[in-house]
T-cell receptor, first 114, second 112 residues
């Protein structure tokens, strides 16, 4: 298995632009997570899905952030409009049984908003 | 709030054992202890987890105190590749299945 695949690896954009991050989970995993990591705040859980349904989005910072999972093999995290404070590394992870089983993380997308 | 307490940083010499402590004094009966680590420029990776008894796998051992208020992750022979941030996390098996909350972890440095 190729593991969790995220794209792009790096994204540089200007303030106000729309940014879309993509994630392909491990086949057969029913849970998908989006995390954000910054030096100041560490790893933060943004949202997670179970069977393509968003279960808890309380970590999404504001309405500029949205996440979708149209099918079991694909998820997106969108930021519109982007701001410099959104600069961070965004990780996607998947698992069989939520946090009860090991989460498998992708290599992340490093987002820089200028 | 499922918190744990870990030292900010630790140092080890290559090929020596490393004991990474974690305090979880308010742990409940349905909380498991999970450990993850994050190598530089990578996403976190699962290491090990346990409930009451000690656990071993190919990566590490987990020693859980009898009162479950603390635990220790043991790397039997540290290598340079083990330099990473190690996270000790309480996971409540009776609650939300998405509740994997990372703290600040322990940054382990390994000297050759």
């Amino acid at each position: 298995d190729a593991g969790v695949i995220q794209s792009p690896r790096h994204e540089v954009t200007e303030m106000g632009q729309e940014v879309t991050l993509r994630c392909k989970p491990i086949s057969g995993h029913d849970y998908l997570f989006w995390y954000r990591q910054t030096m100041m705040r560490g790893l933060e859980l943004l949202i997670y899905f179970n069977n393509n349904v968003p279960i808890d989005d309380s970590g999404m910072p504001e309405d500029r952030f949205s996440a979708k999972m149209p099918n079991a093999s694909f998820s997106t995290l969108k930021i519109q409009p982007s701001e410099p404070r959104d600069s961070a590394v965004y990780f996607c992870a998947s698992s069989l049984r939520g946090a009860l089983s090991p989460l498998h993380f992708g290599n992340g997308t490093r987002l820089t908003v200028t | 709030d499922a918190k744990t307490t870990q030292p900010n940083s630790m140092e080890s010499n290559e090929e020596e054992p490393v004991h990474l402590p974690c305090n979880h004094s308010t742990i409940s009966g349905t909380d498991y202890i999970h450990w993850y680590r994050q190598l530089p420029s990578q996403g976190p990776e699962y290491v090990i987890h346990g409930l009451t008894s000690n656990v071993n796998n190919r990566m590490a051992s987990l020693a859980i105190a009898e009162d479950r208020k603390s635990s220790t992750l043991i790397l039997h022979r540290a290598t340079l590749r083990d330099a990473a941030v190690y996270y000790c996390i309480r996971v409540n098996y009776g609650g939300s299945q998405g509740n994997l909350i990372f703290g600040k972890g322990t940054k382990l440095s390994v000297k050759p």
